[in-house]
């Protein structure tokens, strides 16, 4: 392939990359697939694509004096092995645990530096692509083949790997842990926030805004016996299947009398960290004082936390105040 249009094209392949990876993270339906696979391709296409950079500029890379331009060139390549073997790895039930930091932390960590690299570098130095560097049979073909290797392996290599029973992961590349176990699954609440286990006699529940009737809940007003299977899928690479109990937010609005022109329901930790749902969407949610047959445990968000179905883990505002 010209030099040009395979420059450009690895910057594409790492910014599809990039944007598909950032999206999947907060993805959590079974119909949003297609972005996962998308990624995944387009991993093997920077392979590819890179493999073609290196046979071009690899004498560079043992001449005696680097420049700065070898230098961001070498690190961007490191980062492309980086990317890519955490990625593939971590999808084919890679264990390997780094400074505190799973596969899939560090494949995420690698392609941020990825992305900001190659931007930098096509922002200083990416020459126009110009029209013969697209024309002609042969690099369409050449183009096209690289593409469609990428569309065809992917899903080949996902296939092998269930086959193989190594991919016990969910389409988000999420792995199981400790389902219907009640407290017992991972706890990776507290990203943002620190807090002190709350007192239950004295914490309450406030539900405000566009109701008619603002409450204020005490614990036991919300042991409601409403349940709800959901999957609790951490970005940080772990899922859990859980039966949650406690009240359905639907039943809380209606007892506080939603007012028409409510649109949307935030979730407001103790600590401030917070989010929001459509109000449709946040009805059918839950607020869980329950996890299996046990009460939520600090750590889990006690005395309350949202179950988000289809949401991601981050959406699961735990130790709900408001
Ligand atoms: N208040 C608060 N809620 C939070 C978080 C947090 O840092 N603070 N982390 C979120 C994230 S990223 C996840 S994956 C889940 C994790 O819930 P767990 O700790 O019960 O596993 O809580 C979410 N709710
Ligand atoms: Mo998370």
């Known amino acids: 392939m010209p030099p040009r249009l395979t420059d450009w094209s690895l910057a594409l392949a790492v910014w599809i990359a990039f944007a598909t990876g950032v999206i999947s993270l907060v993805m959590g339906r079974a119909e949003q697939w297609l972005v996962f696979a998308v990624h995944g391709a387009v991993g093997l296409w920077l392979a590819v694509l890179s493999i073609q950079k290196l046979r071009r500029v690899w004498l560079r890379l043992l001449a005696r004096t680097w420049d700065r ?25 890679g264990e390997l645990v780094v400074l505190g930091y799973n596969l899939l932390n560090w494949h995420i960590i690698a392609g941020l530096l990825l992305v900001v690299f190659v931007s930098m570098h096509m922002v200083a130095r990416a020459k126009p692509l110009r029209g013969r560097d697209t024309a002609g049979r042969r690099t369409a073909l050449r183009w096209g083949g690289v593409a469609l290797l990428g569309a065809v392996i992917w899903p080949l290599q996902q ?13 988000t590349g999420s792995r199981e842990a400790g389902s219907f176990g009640g407290n017992a699954f991972p706890t990776t609440s507290w990203v ?36 709800l299977e959901a999957i609790l899928d951490c970005t940080g690479g772990f899922f859990s299947r859980q039966i949650w109990r406690g009240v359905t937010v639907g039943r809380l609005l209606d007892t506080a009398g939603a007012q028409q022109s409510a649109r949307f329901v935030s979730f407001v930790s103790v600590t401030g960290y917070r989010w929001s749902l459509p109000i449709a969407e946040a009805r059918a949610a839950l607020l869980a004082t329950h ?12 005395p309350l936390r949202l179950v988000a179905p289809g949401q991601r883990g981050f959406i699961w505002v735990t130790l709900c105040t408001d």
Do not use: C, K, M, Y
């Not at 996890?291 to 006690?302: K, N």
């Open 291 to 302: 996890v299996g047959s046990e009460p939520l445990s600090h750590a889990h968000g006690a």
């Open 159 to 171: 296939g092998l790997g269930r086959a193989a029973g190594v991919t016990e992961r969910r389409f």
């Open 192 to 227: 943002a926030d620190n807090p002190q286990p709350v007192d239950p006699v004295l914490w309450r529940l406030a539900v405000g805004g566009a109701v008619d009737r603002p409450l204020a809940l005490a614990h036991d007003e919300l042991e409601h016996g409403d349940e």
């Open 69 to 93: 331009w070898t230098i961001l060139g070498a690190a961007a390549a490191a980062l492309v092995v980086t990317a890519i073997t955490t990625g593939v790895w971590w999808t084919l039930g």
